[in-house]
């Protein structure tokens, strides 16, 4: 299993500032994504984090607002920028380590509030 | 497109009973299908998994039965205890290649002395 570790587990943001959130796994892994979980909501699927080039970004979501960064196959960033209240969630890291049936596991998440 | 379907809560059952969660699917080709569990606070942890048809994942007393017949991915548990309070969520995913996960929209389960 991959151990995963979110940093900050919490935080409380002003609005119209940035945050970076730091996902590192204790192990290599093939495949990096970022979700996020609104209050009371599932989990969307905000990007896949490539290693060595541009993040794959879902519908609704793009670079500019959600800047991504995976140096190497340990490590990424999600930069939440210019937040506003409705950018309030849980901010999740996931983490694959490829084949079929893979289990994919998760961090326990970065809780941001934006007032 | 990949859509997951999961029966709406909140439940409430009292301890000792029996619970069933519904979960049906639709996909293209052979997705693995998962059941997260998000306890009170905390991030969300995987619950169990079944990788094709036919495949039983079990953990924690929970039993889910991969059924391709009916599309469905159903959490079983036989008696239920107040521990067990938490928000289930069912995934699809992981097609080879394909790890991004499809989530239902969680159902939150209370459970009473």
């Known amino acids: 299993s991959a151990v995963i570790s979110q940093k900050p587990s919490r935080d409380i943001c002003q609005r119209g500032t940035s945050l970076t959130i730091q996902c590192q796994v204790d192990?290599?892994?093939?495949?990096m994504f970022w979700y996020r979980q609104q209050p009371g909501q599932s989990l969307t699927l905000i990007a896949t984090?490539?290693?060595?080039?541009?993040?794959?970004?879902e519908s609704g979501f793009v670079i500019d607002k959600f800047p991504i960064s995976r140096p190497n196959l340990t490590f990424s960033t999600l930069t939440v920028s210019n937040m506003s209240p409705e950018d309030s969630s849980i901010y999740l890291c996931s983490v694959s380590q490829g084949g079929t049936g893979n289990t994919i596991y998760f961090g326990e998440g970065s809780w941001l509030t934006v007032v | 497109g990949n859509s997951v379907t999961q029966m709406e809560g909140p439940v409430t059952l009292s301890e000792e009973a029996f619970l069933t969660i519904n979960c049906t699917y639709t996909a293209t080709g052979y997705p693995s299908l998962f059941w997260y569990v998000q306890y009170p606070g905390e991030g969300l942890q995987l619950l169990l998994k079944?990788?094709?048809?036919?495949d039983k994942g079990s953990n924690k007393g929970f039993e889910a039965t991969y059924r391709k017949e009916t599309t469905s991915f159903h959490l079983e548990k036989g008696s239920v205890q107040v521990s067990d309070s938490a928000v289930y969520f069912c995934a699809l995913g992981g097609n080879f290649g394909n790890e991004k996960l499809t989530f239902g929209t969680g159902t939150r389960l209370t459970i009473i002395p």
């Open positions: 079944a990788t094709k048809a036919d």
């Open positions: 984090a490539n290693q060595g080039s541009e993040a794959t970004y």
């Open positions: 192990s290599q892994v093939t495949m």
